[in-house]
């Protein structure tokens, strides 16, 4: 509706359309400029490569880093799912009093496991794979004791509840030493706890840096147009309509930058895969890099259109209207 | 239409463009605006087209102060008024059917309300064949009639024309009036800046004449010749 004149009809509203029709319309309008944009970036195929380039480098490294962090945080929940917690009793212990501690302790809540290793078996084992054979017959006595090995829940398996757990294991009678060997565990979870705060703080900076190389993309393609904006301007164009395209431009950079990113971190997880593999099979740990699937292509395409967003939105809001008509 | 009301517009660093400058311009009416360069030609069609606002005073257009008018509000009012520039002002990269339908597709109609109104307005011009040329490719006058008809193609109420013959020859330059008369007849208020005096001795309009940012003159071109 025009505002000096009253019953002159503008634009779409001048024709009696349905609402439908009217919806389709915003739609197929949306369309043909977000295709018009990608035309743009293909008419100038070098500039828009560099672009999109640093744009997926810049998200290659902190995805890369999570990744592999992320994936070390599983390992690592692996061993200790694993980890056991070794009980030597007391040599006084009789085998039968050991079987009912057995007993008594595969009825606890926090216990998955009890088993039983007497000190016979203990030493047989020993001098099997150490090497020492025979020369361990001329002992007088086994010097070894009975050990039970206790297996934590998995819900009881993290380092402090399994410390409690140890804790309430020893107060049993027949325990003398009770152990488990978490140091180096916790060592480790606080090392990836520094690794993820430094990938976050490492991701908020290459963010930074997107957003105004974007920003400053997009102020470039502006000052180029800018006879294009004085007379779609003098004809009538709002800012809205002018920015638009440039819009549309962030938009595209984002989602291109996005899946490069993603294509580069799946090939570097590939490669160093390839040469984990057999360092991997010496520590007999399985590891498969994961986290490179359809939920980490939404989560990276999600970000780099944000920020190809914000950074057109940001460089838009300032440039299109510094340029009026004289 | 247009009434300007005590209008004065200083730009920064005191020279003064245009000083108590009153006038009323009726619905339907065609009228030319002269004066020296330098008079305030210009400066008077920037307030109409509010690439300018005034010092003091009020610009109304259909009895709307200009004034009041925000700034997002300024791209719906051109849309009201066709603007015809000296200097063609068309994108020389693009086609005069995309130049002609630019302010159609701003309003946002469809495509095929859009083809046939441009296809009427390349028409009234004379230039329905060039369609899918490029306007660097056409002569000067050609190029003017381009402008000519994205001016007119969304019909409004109001053509404002800054030196629209600038650089014609004077048969081109009546040919270009004579478009104006069309339109006027067709309902259209007609404003044209100009200092191509033998043109408008010709004819019989209305004159505003502008001295050094005064309104000196306003009446019949016959008496305009006079003064000069």
């Known amino acids: 509706m025009s505002i000096l004149f009253k019953g002159r009809k503008q634009g779409a509203s001048s024709k009696k359309i349905g609402p439908l029709q009217r919806i389709l ?7 043909r400029q977000a295709v018009n944009s990608l035309g743009e970036l293909y008419r100038a195929p070098f500039a828009a490569i560099m672009t999109i380039g640093v744009l997926g480098f810049s998200l290659t490294l902190p995805s890369t880093l999570y990744i592999l962090v992320k994936n070390t945080e599983q390992i690592s929940s692996q061993w200790q799912q694993a980890s056991e917690i070794s009980l030597f009793l007391n040599k006084n212990v009789s085998e039968a009093n050991a079987q009912q501690l057995v007993v008594r302790l595969s009825v606890w809540d ?20 150490s090497g020492l054979g025979d020369a361990l017959s001329y002992l007088n006595e086994n010097p070894l004791p009975d050990v039970l090995l206790v297996v934590p829940t998995s819900k009881h398996a993290t380092p402090i509840s399994a410390g409690l757990l140890l804790d309430k294991l020893r107060k049993e009678r027949e325990v003398e030493i009770g ?33 105004l190389i974007i920003g400053n993309t997009i102020r470039l393609n502006i000052l180029n147009r800018r006879d294009e904006i004085l007379v779609m301007k003098l004809v009538g164009a709002t800012d809205a309509f002018i920015q638009r395209p440039f819009l549309y431009t962030g938009f595209w950079f984002g989602l291109l930058g996005g899946v490069m990113a993603w294509l580069t971190v799946s090939i570097i997880l590939w490669w160093i895969g390839l040469s ?13 890099i994961t986290g490179m699937g359809v939920e980490a292509l939404a989560v990276m395409l999600g970000v780099s259109i944000s920020l190809g967003l914000i950074g057109s939105l940001i460089s838009v809001n300032r440039h299109v209207k510094e340029i009026e008509p004289k | 239409m247009i009434k300007f009301e005590q209008v004065s517009k200083t730009y920064p660093g005191g020279h003064n463009a245009l000083s108590k ?7 339907g009416e065609m009228a030319f605006l002269t004066g020296h360069s330098g008079a305030g030609k210009s400066t008077l069609l920037k307030l109409i087209s509010l690439m300018e606002r005034p010092t003091v005073g009020n610009v109304l257009i259909n009895g709307h102060n200009l004034n009041h008018i925000s700034r997002k509000q300024i791209a719906y009012i051109r849309r009201d008024i066709g603007m015809i520039f000296q200097s ?4 020389m990269g693009k086609s005069v059917f995309d130049n002609v339908s630019l302010p159609m597709v701003i309003e946002g109609h469809t495509r095929k309300t859009i083809a046939k109104r441009v296809d009427a307005a390349l028409e009234m011009v004379g230039l329905k064949e060039k369609a899918r040329d490029l306007p660097i490719t056409l002569s000067g006058g050609e190029q003017q009639r381009v402008g000519i008809a994205r001016a007119v193609v969304n019909r409004p109420p109001l053509l404002l024309a800054d030196e629209p013959t600038g650089n014609l020859d004077p048969k081109l330059s009546m040919e270009i009036i004579r478009l104006f008369e069309d339109f006027n007849q067709a309902g259209v208020s007609v404003f044209i800046a100009t200092h191509d005096l033998g043109l408008i001795a010709r004819m019989k309009y209305r004159t505003l004449t502008l001295k050094q940012g005064r309104m000196i003159t306003d009446g019949l071109s016959q008496a305009e010749e006079d003064m000069y």
């Not at chain 1, 926090?110 to 794979?129: C, G, K, N, P, W």
């Not at chain 1, 140091?183 to 690794?195: D, F, Q, T, V």
């Open chain 2, 88 to 91: 063609h002002q068309l994108l």
């Open chain 1, 110 to 129: 926090e216990i998955a496991s009890v088993t039983f290793i007497s000190a016979d078996e203990a030493l047989d084992e020993f001098q099997r794979i």
């Open chain 1, 25 to 31: 319309m915003f739609f197929t309008d949306h369309l």
């Open chain 2, 21 to 27: 400058v009153s006038f009323h311009l009726e619905p």
């Open chain 1, 179 to 211: 152990k488990l060997d978490i140091e180096w565990l916790e060592r480790l979870y606080a090392l990836l706890n520094i690794a993820k705060e430094l990938v976050l703080l490492l991701a908020v900076l290459l963010f930074f840096a997107v957003v």
């Open chain 1, 276 to 288: 984990l593999e057999s360092f991997m099979e010496l520590y007999q740990v399985q590891l498969d």
